[in-house]
Each structure stands twice: as C-alpha cells, then as structure tokens.
C-alpha cells in the first residue's frame, strides 16, 4: 500500500492550491482519509479529514485553524483525495502528509492511522 502526496509549492498569502494523495495497492472508500501538517519545530498537526458516512457519503472534519478555508474531498474512482487549500496564510507553511485507516479511531489524531504518505512542502509567502 502507498499514498503519493502531490501538489504543493509555493504561493502567496491569499493564493490557493490543491492537494493531492493517490492511494495504491488497495481502496479506503470507507476508510478514514485525512490530512496532517508539520511546521518546522512544531509537532504534527491535524488539518482535515474524511470518515466513511454510509451510502457513498462522507462526513468531513477540519483543524480550527483551517476551517472554512480548505475543504477536503475523494474521488473514490480515481483512489484519490484532494485537500483544496484557499485564503492561505504564512502560517499554513508545512509540510502536508496524507494518511489512511484501515481501522478505527479517531480521525483527528495522528495515530488513528496506518498509512501516511511521504509529505508535500507547501510555502507561503506573505
């Protein structure tokens, strides 16, 4: 199994991108799929995630710091989930891990988690 995290790089304060986590070697349509962050000389953090909600329906949980700004999603056909990130700000600098559940747990906590993707640097400038 592996998550491929892509799309990061570097962008102004107010700019937007969009992630992106492609999974292989198995489905997490009903899984739990989410995103974390790490800043330098900070511990890793909790940014959104996606919980399997039943009838092809997700429910989906934000960070307070990011809420109303990203917005996280699937697309169950392609393996892949997306975190398109808005209205960024110097402090969303980071590096970007996906990661996926084979499990339970909570999905806001790190290690609800077995599988993480390598990381995407994302850089804001002010």
């Known amino acids: 199994v592996q998550l491929q995290a892509s799309g990061g790089g570097l962008m102004q304060a107010g700019g937007s991108l969009r992630l992106s986590c492609a999974a292989s070697?198995?489905?997490?349509?009903?899984?739990?799929m989410g995103w974390f962050r790490q800043a330098p000389g900070k511990e890793r953090e909790f940014v959104a995630a996606?919980?399997?909600?039943?009838?092809?329906?997700?429910?989906?949980y934000y960070g307070e710091s990011v809420s109303g700004r990203f917005f996280i999603s699937r697309d169950n056909a392609k393996n892949t989930m997306y975190l398109q990130m808005n209205s960024l700000k110097p402090e969303d600098t980071a590096i970007y891990y996906c990661?996926?559940?084979?499990?339970?747990?909570?999905?806001?906590?790190?290690?609800?988690?077995?599988?993480w993707g390598q990381g995407t640097q994302v850089t804001v400038s002010s």
């Open positions: 990661a996926a559940n084979s499990g339970t747990g909570s999905p806001r906590v790190a290690y609800s988690y077995d599988y």
């Open positions: 070697g198995r489905t997490f349509s009903r899984n739990d």
């Open positions: 996606s919980s399997w909600a039943g009838r092809s329906s997700y429910y989906s």
